[in-house]
């Protein structure tokens, strides 16, 4: 019994190892990238002593040539930085790029990968993540950002990620951006020691990341089971009755809308979040969730909002607090409401990077949670028909 069982699990591996093989297959004809190289189809190589795998953008005509990541000028320059710290690239890393073929122009030269090329390459590299298991990811210029983070954020720029190191759950590995190596040629030709410096101090804070723990040590709990959603009127009124008898100390809001602004007619707050400073649980449940409670009861939770809201001795938050104060203030009828504490205020503090606020960047900064909102995007804009989400 147990003999056919982990036949069935062997088998299972194969069949998804073939699938991913015959995927990157047609994503290389799609590409067709590797027409012309001289090795195409790069394989990773090294040793990976530290688990740290490197992933860079697309090899260069020396590579081409060698068969091997970072062996140009650039990676030459690269490999002398690495040794100031005692740290061999072959020994210590294991190197793949975010294209494996090389990308050359119409006159032979080499160039910057397309986003397609990208986007073609991205499962190949997946395979290799999967099968190394590295405790670190470095990625290593714009083209390795957009690899690992296309279609998740808005901004890929280097400038947004550079100085990071990120507890990534899904991938079980701390990933820490930095800029390319070859940024610094054109930065010394324009005699940029303040870019020089910055890059210099990024590549150290990426060596001492090298000693953390693992991220499956970090102890990060399942969020998920900290979430009740609730459906119920009664279950919901129960809810806030308790909130407005026995008053927390505060509590964290957040509402989901029908648009950005409150003002426009029809414009509705279709769910609404409350978590408790001293409670381990966030709430969630439907208010002007369109035919599913009557208008008294719509009228009730309204009441019972209003006056917890209203209530000078429970302190609230939430993430951009004029946002829920607008909704509060215009939908629910509020008219004074104790706001404390807003934490894209003090992540702005921590760093005021563009783009470095928004609450799907905050999550993943902070608790390697990828983008929560991927499957509801598409409907969070106008349709064109609609004036509302």
Same mark, same amino acid.
């Given at each position: ?73 650039? !990676?030459?320059? &690269? ?9 061999? /690239?072959?020994?210590?890393?294991? $190197?793949? %790029? +975010? ?50 983070? !296309?279609?998740? &954020? ?9 100085? /990071?190191?990120?507890?990534?759950? $899904?991938? %079980? +590995? ?64 129960? /809810? ?150």
């Amino acid at each position: 019994m147990l003999k056919g069982f982990f036949e069935k699990e062997e088998i299972n591996r194969f069949v998804v190892k073939e699938n991913n093989q015959r995927i990157t297959s047609q994503n290389c004809q799609k590409c067709g990238l590797f027409n012309g190289c001289k090795h195409p189809k790069m394989k990773y190589t090294g040793e990976g002593e530290t688990g740290a795998l490197i992933i860079g953008e697309a090899p260069g005509k020396d590579e081409d040539t060698l068969n091997v990541q970072f062996v140009g000028k650039v !990676g030459s320059d &690269f490999r002398n930085k690495l040794s100031q710290y005692g740290l061999n /690239l072959e020994k210590h890393f294991w $190197k793949i %790029n +975010a294209v494996n073929c090389f990308p050359r122009d119409a006159n032979g030269y080499g160039r910057t990968p397309t986003s397609n090329e990208i986007a073609q390459c991205r499962p190949y590299v997946q395979n290799v993540i999967e099968e190394l298991k590295p405790k670190f990811i470095w990625l290593v210029g714009g083209c390795a950002i957009e690899f690992m983070y !296309g279609g998740l &954020f808005d901004s890929l720029s280097v400038d947004v990620w550079r100085g /990071l190191c990120i507890p990534d759950r $899904k991938l %079980n +590995a701390w990933i820490i951006p930095q800029f390319h190596p070859s940024n610094i040629f054109r930065k010394e030709d324009k005699k940029d020691y303040n870019f020089l410096s910055q890059y210099d101090r990024d590549l150290k804070f990426a060596v001492q990341c090298l000693h953390k723990k693992p991220v499956s040590e970090m102890g990060f709990i399942d969020e998920k089971t900290k979430i009740r959603i609730i459906t119920s009127y009664l279950e919901i009124v129960e /809810l806030l009755e308790s909130i407005k008898s026995n008053p927390p100390r505060g509590i964290y809001i957040d509402f989901e809308t029908t648009g950005k602004r409150p003002y426009r007619r029809g414009n509705k707050i279709l769910t609404i979040a409350i978590s408790p400073y001293d409670s381990e649980y966030t709430f969630t449940f439907p208010y002007e969730y369109r035919g599913l409670f009557t208008v008294d009861e719509t009228e009730k939770i309204r009441s019972l909002l209003v006056n917890i809201l209203e209530n000078p001795n429970i302190e609230k938050s939430a993430h951009n607090i004029k946002f829920e104060h607008e909704w509060s203030c215009v939908c629910l009828g509020c008219n004074q409401v104790n706001w404390g504490f807003d934490t894209i205020i003090a992540a702005h503090i921590l760093d005021n990077r563009r783009y470095f606020t928004n609450l799907n960047m905050q999550a993943y900064v902070n608790f390697g949670i990828r983008p929560y909102d991927v499957d509801v995007k598409q409907y969070k804009h106008d349709s064109g028909k609609s004036k509302f989400n």
